[in-house]
Protein backbone atom coordinates (compact mmCIF):
# COMPACT_ATOMS: atom_id res chain seq x y z
CA UNK A 1 0.00 0.00 0.00
CA UNK A 2 1.14 3.37 -0.92
CA UNK A 3 2.12 5.95 2.06
CA UNK A 4 -0.42 8.46 2.53
CA UNK A 5 0.13 12.05 1.59
CA UNK A 6 -1.80 13.03 4.45
CA UNK A 7 0.51 12.21 6.85
CA UNK A 8 3.95 13.61 7.19
CA UNK A 9 6.49 12.06 5.36
CA UNK A 10 9.17 12.89 7.76
CA UNK A 11 10.33 9.49 9.21
CA UNK A 12 9.51 7.12 6.20
CA UNK A 13 12.13 5.30 4.79
CA UNK A 14 13.17 6.52 1.25
CA UNK A 15 11.95 3.95 -0.87
CA UNK A 16 8.28 5.21 0.13
CA UNK A 17 9.15 9.16 0.03
CA UNK A 18 10.28 8.33 -3.23
CA UNK A 19 6.41 6.72 -3.93
CA UNK A 20 5.43 9.69 -2.73
CA UNK A 21 7.50 12.20 -4.55
CA UNK A 22 6.74 10.28 -7.87
CA UNK A 23 2.52 11.24 -7.43
CA UNK A 24 3.47 15.26 -7.53
CA UNK A 25 3.09 15.68 -11.35
CA UNK A 26 -0.32 14.25 -11.13
CA UNK A 27 -0.88 16.12 -7.94
CA UNK A 28 0.07 19.30 -10.00
CA UNK A 29 -2.09 18.80 -12.74
CA UNK A 30 -4.84 17.63 -11.80
CA UNK A 31 -5.19 20.45 -9.34
CA UNK A 32 -6.31 24.24 -9.96
CA UNK A 33 -2.38 26.44 -10.66
CA UNK A 34 -4.33 29.15 -8.44
CA UNK A 35 -7.22 29.15 -5.71
CA UNK A 36 -8.57 32.42 -4.98
CA UNK A 37 -8.50 33.28 -1.81
CA UNK A 38 -11.84 35.67 -2.23
CA UNK A 39 -14.98 34.43 -0.65
CA UNK A 40 -17.12 35.62 -3.08
CA UNK A 41 -15.26 33.57 -5.40
CA UNK A 42 -15.66 30.47 -3.80
CA UNK A 43 -19.20 30.94 -4.66
CA UNK A 44 -18.84 29.71 -8.25
CA UNK A 45 -16.16 27.46 -8.33
CA UNK A 46 -15.55 23.86 -5.99
CA UNK A 47 -15.34 23.85 -2.65
CA UNK A 48 -11.76 24.26 -1.59
CA UNK A 49 -10.63 21.26 0.07
CA UNK A 50 -7.70 21.64 3.38
CA UNK A 51 -6.54 18.41 2.65
CA UNK A 52 -4.86 20.17 -0.67
CA UNK A 53 -2.59 21.97 1.01
CA UNK A 54 -1.31 19.38 3.45
CA UNK A 55 -0.35 17.31 0.67
CA UNK A 56 1.44 20.44 -0.77
CA UNK A 57 3.53 20.48 2.23
CA UNK A 58 4.31 16.90 2.70
CA UNK A 59 4.92 16.77 -1.02
CA UNK A 60 7.78 19.53 -0.46
CA UNK A 61 9.02 17.31 1.86
CA UNK A 62 9.33 14.31 -0.22
CA UNK A 63 10.60 15.71 -3.73
CA UNK A 64 13.08 17.43 -1.71
CA UNK A 65 14.21 14.30 -0.33
CA UNK A 66 14.33 12.67 -3.32
CA UNK A 67 16.41 15.60 -5.20
CA UNK A 68 12.95 16.98 -7.56
CA UNK A 69 13.49 20.32 -6.33
CA UNK A 70 11.44 21.58 -9.46
CA UNK A 71 8.46 20.07 -8.14
CA UNK A 72 8.77 21.18 -4.77
CA UNK A 73 9.13 24.38 -5.84
CA UNK A 74 6.24 24.36 -7.81
CA UNK A 75 4.12 23.47 -4.99
CA UNK A 76 5.60 26.19 -2.47
CA UNK A 77 4.54 28.69 -5.49
CA UNK A 78 0.56 27.57 -5.14
CA UNK A 79 1.33 27.98 -1.38
CA UNK A 80 2.17 31.33 -1.47
CA UNK A 81 -0.67 32.20 -4.21
CA UNK A 82 -3.03 30.87 -1.99
CA UNK A 83 -2.28 31.89 1.31
CA UNK A 84 0.94 34.63 0.66
CA UNK A 85 4.02 34.62 2.57
CA UNK A 86 2.73 33.92 5.95
CA UNK A 87 4.90 32.36 8.62
CA UNK A 88 4.94 28.57 8.00
CA UNK A 89 5.30 29.27 4.24
CA UNK A 90 8.83 31.19 4.83
CA UNK A 91 9.99 28.30 6.59
CA UNK A 92 9.09 25.70 3.66
CA UNK A 93 10.60 28.33 1.11
CA UNK A 94 13.51 28.75 3.47
CA UNK A 95 14.19 24.94 3.85
CA UNK A 96 13.89 24.51 -0.57
CA UNK A 97 16.60 27.32 -0.18
CA UNK A 98 18.77 25.05 2.37
CA UNK A 99 18.28 21.94 0.14
CA UNK A 100 19.42 24.04 -2.81
CA UNK A 101 22.48 24.95 -1.22
CA UNK A 102 25.82 24.33 -2.47
CA UNK A 103 28.09 25.35 -0.08
CA UNK A 104 28.50 26.82 3.41
CA UNK A 105 28.95 30.05 1.54
CA UNK A 106 25.17 29.89 0.45
CA UNK A 107 24.07 27.87 3.68
CA UNK A 108 25.51 31.36 5.82
CA UNK A 109 23.58 33.58 3.18
CA UNK A 110 20.52 31.82 3.71
CA UNK A 111 20.96 31.99 7.81
CA UNK A 112 21.78 36.08 7.52
CA UNK A 113 18.27 36.13 5.69
CA UNK A 114 16.61 33.81 8.74
CA UNK A 115 18.49 37.07 11.09
CA UNK A 116 16.57 39.26 8.81
CA UNK A 117 13.43 37.79 9.30
CA UNK A 118 13.91 37.83 12.93
CA UNK A 119 14.34 41.22 13.40
CA UNK A 120 11.26 42.43 11.93
CA UNK A 121 9.41 39.82 13.52
CA UNK A 122 10.49 37.98 16.39
CA UNK A 123 7.91 35.77 17.31
CA UNK A 124 8.13 34.09 13.66
CA UNK A 125 8.79 30.37 15.49
CA UNK A 126 9.01 28.43 12.02
CA UNK A 127 11.70 30.78 10.95
CA UNK A 128 13.17 30.07 14.28
CA UNK A 129 13.08 26.39 14.11
CA UNK A 130 14.32 26.65 10.60
CA UNK A 131 17.12 28.30 11.54
CA UNK A 132 18.34 26.33 14.57
CA UNK A 133 18.01 23.40 12.30
CA UNK A 134 20.59 25.23 9.83
CA UNK A 135 22.83 26.22 12.83
CA UNK A 136 23.08 22.18 13.79
CA UNK A 137 23.31 21.23 10.59
CA UNK A 138 26.23 23.49 9.81
CA UNK A 139 28.09 21.63 12.99
CA UNK A 140 27.80 25.12 15.07
CA UNK A 141 25.88 23.34 17.93
CA UNK A 142 26.39 25.58 20.79
CA UNK A 143 24.97 28.23 19.06
CA UNK A 144 21.87 25.49 17.57
CA UNK A 145 21.72 25.27 21.47
CA UNK A 146 21.50 28.48 22.75
CA UNK A 147 19.07 29.76 20.01
CA UNK A 148 16.91 26.61 21.24
CA UNK A 149 16.88 27.94 24.92
CA UNK A 150 15.92 31.04 23.55
CA UNK A 151 13.24 29.50 21.82
CA UNK A 152 12.22 27.76 24.74
CA UNK A 153 12.16 30.95 26.77
CA UNK A 154 9.44 32.21 24.54
CA UNK A 155 7.80 28.99 24.27
CA UNK A 156 8.07 26.61 26.98
CA UNK A 157 5.73 24.31 26.11
CA UNK A 158 7.02 23.06 22.56
CA UNK A 159 7.28 19.31 23.06
CA UNK A 160 9.19 19.48 19.56
CA UNK A 161 11.78 22.04 20.48
CA UNK A 162 11.98 20.08 24.06
CA UNK A 163 12.96 16.84 21.95
CA UNK A 164 15.37 18.27 19.92
CA UNK A 165 17.04 20.03 22.94
CA UNK A 166 17.46 16.50 24.00
CA UNK A 167 19.12 15.24 20.78
CA UNK A 168 21.45 17.76 20.83
CA UNK A 169 22.99 17.60 24.46
CA UNK A 170 22.75 13.77 23.69
CA UNK A 171 25.37 14.28 20.75
CA UNK A 172 27.54 16.42 22.84
CA UNK A 173 27.45 13.40 25.49
CA UNK A 174 25.77 15.52 28.46
CA UNK A 175 23.00 12.46 29.20
CA UNK A 176 21.88 14.30 32.27
CA UNK A 177 20.53 17.52 30.39
CA UNK A 178 19.42 15.59 27.71
CA UNK A 179 17.19 13.12 30.15
CA UNK A 180 15.50 16.30 31.46
CA UNK A 181 14.61 17.91 28.76
CA UNK A 182 13.16 14.48 27.44
CA UNK A 183 10.94 14.18 30.52
CA UNK A 184 10.23 17.93 29.72
CA UNK A 185 8.49 15.73 26.47
CA UNK A 186 6.59 13.46 29.01
CA UNK A 187 5.38 15.52 31.22
CA UNK A 188 4.41 18.48 28.26
CA UNK A 189 2.89 15.38 26.53
CA UNK A 190 2.06 12.07 28.61
CA UNK A 191 -0.74 10.83 26.66
CA UNK A 192 0.28 11.79 23.07
CA UNK A 193 -0.18 9.63 19.57
CA UNK A 194 1.49 12.37 17.67
CA UNK A 195 4.94 13.31 19.54
CA UNK A 196 7.33 14.71 17.03
CA UNK A 197 10.76 13.40 18.27
CA UNK A 198 13.81 14.47 15.60
CA UNK A 199 15.53 11.43 17.94
CA UNK A 200 13.10 8.38 17.68
CA UNK A 201 12.12 6.19 13.93
CA UNK A 202 7.93 4.51 14.94
CA UNK A 203 9.10 0.69 14.29
CA UNK A 204 5.31 0.29 13.69
CA UNK A 205 2.83 2.30 12.39
CA UNK A 206 0.79 2.33 15.32
CA UNK A 207 3.50 3.03 17.96
CA UNK A 208 2.12 6.21 19.55
CA UNK A 209 4.27 9.06 20.59
CA UNK A 210 4.34 8.26 24.52
CA UNK A 211 5.65 4.88 24.22
CA UNK A 212 8.54 6.34 22.00
CA UNK A 213 9.25 9.01 24.18
CA UNK A 214 9.30 6.35 27.12
CA UNK A 215 11.96 4.03 25.26
CA UNK A 216 13.98 7.07 24.54
CA UNK A 217 13.99 7.60 27.91
CA UNK A 218 15.37 4.58 29.01
CA UNK A 219 17.71 4.54 26.26
CA UNK A 220 19.14 7.92 27.38
CA UNK A 221 18.68 6.25 31.20
CA UNK A 222 21.02 3.20 29.78
CA UNK A 223 23.73 5.09 28.00
CA UNK A 224 24.16 7.30 31.20
CA UNK A 225 24.65 4.15 33.78
CA UNK A 226 27.19 2.41 31.05
CA UNK A 227 28.86 5.45 29.80
CA UNK A 228 31.34 5.73 33.09
CA UNK A 229 31.90 2.17 33.28
CA UNK A 230 31.53 1.53 37.04
CA UNK A 231 29.15 -0.18 38.94
CA UNK A 232 26.97 2.32 41.98
CA UNK A 233 24.63 3.90 43.21
CA UNK A 234 24.20 5.98 40.08
CA UNK A 235 24.41 3.16 37.64
CA UNK A 236 21.66 1.16 39.50
CA UNK A 237 19.37 4.23 40.31
CA UNK A 238 19.90 4.64 36.08
CA UNK A 239 19.26 1.00 35.23
CA UNK A 240 16.33 0.88 37.52
CA UNK A 241 15.00 3.93 35.61
CA UNK A 242 15.58 2.23 32.19
CA UNK A 243 13.47 -0.60 32.86
CA UNK A 244 10.61 1.42 34.01
CA UNK A 245 10.68 3.12 30.74
CA UNK A 246 10.93 0.58 28.52
CA UNK A 247 8.70 -1.40 30.45
CA UNK A 248 5.93 1.56 30.37
CA UNK A 249 7.00 1.97 26.65
CA UNK A 250 5.71 -1.62 25.64
CA UNK A 251 2.99 -1.65 28.04
CA UNK A 252 1.83 1.40 26.14
CA UNK A 253 2.39 -0.24 22.94
CA UNK A 254 2.07 -4.61 22.87
CA UNK A 255 4.47 -4.96 19.95
CA UNK A 256 7.04 -2.34 19.95
CA UNK A 257 10.41 -3.04 19.26
CA UNK A 258 12.64 -0.23 20.29
CA UNK A 259 10.46 -1.50 23.88
CA UNK A 260 11.29 -4.92 23.59
CA UNK A 261 15.18 -4.16 22.73
CA UNK A 262 15.63 -2.03 25.13
CA UNK A 263 14.63 -4.20 27.91
CA UNK A 264 16.37 -6.81 26.65
CA UNK A 265 19.54 -5.01 26.55
CA UNK A 266 19.13 -3.62 30.25
CA UNK A 267 18.06 -6.60 31.69
CA UNK A 268 20.52 -8.81 30.18
CA UNK A 269 24.08 -6.20 30.94
CA UNK A 270 22.04 -6.64 34.75
CA UNK A 271 22.13 -10.66 34.87
CA UNK A 272 25.83 -10.04 33.26
CA UNK A 273 27.27 -7.23 36.06
CA UNK A 274 24.78 -9.85 38.71
CA UNK A 275 24.42 -6.69 39.86
CA UNK A 276 22.32 -6.88 43.29
CA UNK A 277 19.79 -4.48 44.31
CA UNK A 278 19.85 -1.55 46.19
CA UNK A 279 17.87 0.28 48.97
CA UNK A 280 16.04 3.06 48.28
CA UNK A 281 17.74 6.46 48.52
CA UNK A 282 14.12 8.09 48.94
CA UNK A 283 10.72 7.61 48.78
CA UNK A 284 10.66 8.42 45.45
CA UNK A 285 13.72 6.77 43.42
CA UNK A 286 12.46 3.14 41.90
CA UNK A 287 14.81 0.57 43.04
CA UNK A 288 16.46 -2.45 40.69
CA UNK A 289 14.36 -5.84 40.88
CA UNK A 290 15.69 -8.94 41.96
CA UNK A 291 17.57 -11.03 40.55
CA UNK A 292 14.91 -13.61 39.53
CA UNK A 293 12.40 -10.40 38.56
CA UNK A 294 15.05 -9.65 36.12
CA UNK A 295 15.67 -12.92 34.46
CA UNK A 296 11.88 -13.18 34.09
CA UNK A 297 11.77 -9.53 31.56
CA UNK A 298 14.79 -10.95 30.09
CA UNK A 299 12.52 -14.08 29.08
CA UNK A 300 9.73 -11.82 27.91
CA UNK A 301 11.95 -9.59 25.97
CA UNK A 302 13.55 -12.44 24.27
CA UNK A 303 10.82 -14.09 23.67
CA UNK A 304 8.99 -11.30 22.43
CA UNK A 305 12.01 -9.97 19.97
CA UNK A 306 11.92 -13.14 18.48
CA UNK A 307 8.25 -13.31 17.26
CA UNK A 308 8.34 -9.65 16.08
CA UNK A 309 11.97 -10.62 14.26
CA UNK A 310 9.79 -13.80 13.06
CA UNK A 311 6.42 -12.68 11.79
CA UNK A 312 8.66 -9.79 10.51
CA UNK A 313 11.25 -11.00 8.34
CA UNK A 314 8.21 -13.84 6.90
CA UNK A 315 6.66 -10.43 5.88
CA UNK A 316 3.52 -11.89 7.87
CA UNK A 317 -0.22 -10.04 8.01
CA UNK A 318 0.14 -8.02 10.65
CA UNK A 319 3.40 -7.97 11.42
CA UNK A 320 4.71 -5.37 8.53
CA UNK A 321 5.69 -1.87 9.05
CA UNK A 322 8.66 -2.57 11.42
CA UNK A 323 11.91 -0.88 10.52
CA UNK A 324 14.18 -3.04 8.38
CA UNK A 325 17.54 -2.15 10.28
CA UNK A 326 16.01 -2.05 13.87
CA UNK A 327 15.15 -6.18 12.99
CA UNK A 328 18.08 -6.93 12.30
CA UNK A 329 19.67 -5.15 15.12
CA UNK A 330 17.53 -7.41 17.24
CA UNK A 331 18.12 -10.47 15.36
CA UNK A 332 22.03 -9.95 16.27
CA UNK A 333 21.10 -8.83 19.66
CA UNK A 334 19.49 -12.34 20.32
CA UNK A 335 21.68 -14.36 18.03
CA UNK A 336 24.46 -13.60 21.02
CA UNK A 337 22.41 -15.48 23.03
CA UNK A 338 21.74 -18.32 20.93
CA UNK A 339 24.61 -21.68 21.28
CA UNK A 340 27.46 -22.17 18.77
CA UNK A 341 25.59 -22.47 15.16
CA UNK A 342 22.11 -22.21 15.92
CA UNK A 343 20.52 -18.62 14.80
CA UNK A 344 16.71 -17.88 15.71
Known amino acids: MAPSLIR ?4 LPPAEA ?7 PAILQSSPSTVSSSALSSLFSAAE ?4 WIQYENLILSCLRTGDDRAAQEC ?12 RVMA ?3 LIKEAQAQNNGELETILKEYDQMLEQNNANLPIMKRRIALLRSMGRLSDAGSALVQLLDFSPTDSEAWSELSDLYFSQGLYPQAIYAMEEVLILAPNAWNVRNATVKQSKPYANGSSQVHARLGELQYMAATASGVINGSYQKQMAEAIKRFSRSIELCDDYLR ?3 GLKLVTKRLLKDNTKPAGKVDDEDFTLPDSSTIERLNELATAKLAEIVRHSSA ?8 DAAEVAAARELLSEDAPSGIER
Do not use: C, H, I, M
Open 8 to 11: SPVQ
Open 18 to 24: LTLSQQA
Open 49 to 52: KPEL
Open 76 to 87: LNRLVARFGNND
Open 92 to 94: LGG
Open 259 to 261: GYY
Open 315 to 322: QDRGWKGY
